[in-house]
């Protein structure tokens, strides 16, 4: 039986208190009844698919557990389950505990905490999620997937590639990986994953399942924003808004796809312009178009949550004035045209957007989630890293995440963090019990 926790902080709360448990208890066994005269453990394939697709997914764990029959038809289903929400992976809300992990359920409005999640990785950092396994890097150069929520499973890959920074130097080593996505689930063993590496310039490399070292795209473009898998293809989006796509379906990926689009229909040079502002850009597919999503951001904000210049920040201390997402533009890549068209409305669509790969899942399908919106988490790194190193009244990062609303141009919060700076910053990552 799942342990009911309510932490101290939470009685504050007067309405829709976070629900509260520890995942470790989740998949024991219950005492049942023997129920002689009935064959409960041989329900038609097709009957339990259309249970399981209705459980959560701490619900969906219990059931594997009861009998064998059960654990094989639940196996079967994880593509189901891979069309699910994500939960928001979320550090320990007890001090000095960096190997305890939550999870925030937006269906459930619950948290579950699953205890030593990071044992094996101390202090790695998070550059990519997909298909419920986590891409960590260790020691800045090794990095593993790594499947935190059903078993503790991990796979190493390869050094990752040096690279030259013209910010540090071109003779200096660097090592960094700013996006990561792996094309399938890689408890199959028949997976790629594809990295955006370096800065000014990046670089795009991948890994085949059972190489030995990573290797090197050759993308023609000095700066790459988003990668994705879809359809055994890769996907890059580069800064000056081009898309290259490469065909994974053979050992030795071909450039299928090498396009400039038109420019936006969209004057975003308000933002682009102004020094009051950064923008990130996130490459999805989305019912079968590729979308580009221009996210704009206040480099700082005053208490009223507009932008302000750096040098009108209050000189009181205590007062912290951080980055914060204040609005999203959204654009369909028209492959016929050649150009980026604006997109009004996501209709009956929810977008994922942060350090994982990009997500676009029906709200119809997905209870709990919010049409024609987009739910995001932080990934700015380097603004991350730097307002680290702040005083710790000042320090904030990680902090920055809420849901938008295409058609009320609002930023509203789908989870409330109670302090600025959150480190490890939050992931999206889909369970995955396979």
């Known amino acids: 039986m799942v342990e009911e926790v309510f932490p101290s902080w939470t009685k504050k709360r007067k309405r829709d208190p976070l629900k509260w448990s520890t995942l470790e208890n989740s998949t024991k066994k219950r005492k049942t009844t023997s129920w002689s005269s009935s064959k409960w453990s041989e329900l038609q394939p097709e009957l339990m698919e259309l249970i399981i697709n209705r459980l959560s997914f701490v619900d969906m764990l219990r059931l594997k557990a009861v009998c064998s029959s059960w654990n094989s038809t639940a196996q079967s289903c994880v593509a189901l389950m891979m069309n699910r929400a994500p939960w928001l992976m979320l550090p320990s809300y007890e001090d000095n505990d960096d190997l305890t992990r939550c999870f925030y359920s937006l269906k459930e409005n619950k948290v579950y905490t699953i205890k030593n999640a990071f044992e094996d990785f101390h202090g790695a950092c998070c550059v990519g999620s997909s298909h419920g396994w986590l891409v960590i890097v260790k020691d800045k150069k090794i990095p593993h997937l790594f499947n ?144 580009s999503v221009v996210r704009c951001i206040a480099n700082y904000v005053n208490h009223e949550g507009k932008a302000i210049h750096e040098m009108d920040l209050p000189s009181e201390p205590c007062s912290p004035c951080p980055y914060r997402t204040l609005q999203f533009y959204v654009f369909k890549l028209n492959f016929a045209a050649n150009k980026w068209e604006n997109v009004e409305s996501l209709r009956n669509r929810a977008l994922f957007l942060g350090g994982s790969q990009s997500m676009s899942l029906s709200t119809g399908e997905v209870p709990g989630c919010e049409e024609n919106s987009i739910y995001f988490t932080d990934d700015s790194w380097d603004a991350i890293e730097w307002s680290g190193h702040e005083n710790e009244e000042d320090a904030h990062g990680g902090h920055d995440m809420g849901v938008y609303n295409l058609e009320e141009k609002v930023v509203k919060q789908f989870y409330q963090a109670d302090k600025w700076r959150i480190d490890p910053p939050p992931f999206w990552i889909v369970p995955n019990p396979g």
């Open 148 to 291: 935190p929520i059903f078993g503790n499973k991990s796979i190493e890959l390869p050094q990752i590639p040096s690279a030259t920074s013209s910010l540090i130097g071109s003779n200096v080593p660097y090592y960094r990986v700013t996006k990561a996505v792996i094309s399938s689930d890689p408890s199959r063993y028949n997976f790629s994953v594809a990295i955006i590496y370096g800065m000014r310039p990046s670089r795009l490399a991948f890994y085949n399942h059972g190489d030995e070292e990573w290797t090197d795209l050759h993308g023609e473009h000095q700066e790459y924003c988003d990668i994705i898998f879809h359809n055994d293809q890769l996907f890059a989006l580069a800064e000056n808004g081009s898309v290259e796509a490469w065909d994974f379906r053979k050992p030795s990926p071909k450039r299928s796809i090498n396009l400039q689009p038109s420019s936006k229909e969209v004057d975003l040079r308000d933002y682009t312009s102004d020094e009051r502002f950064s923008t990130m850009t996130y490459l999805v597919e989305s019912s079968g178009e590729i979308l």
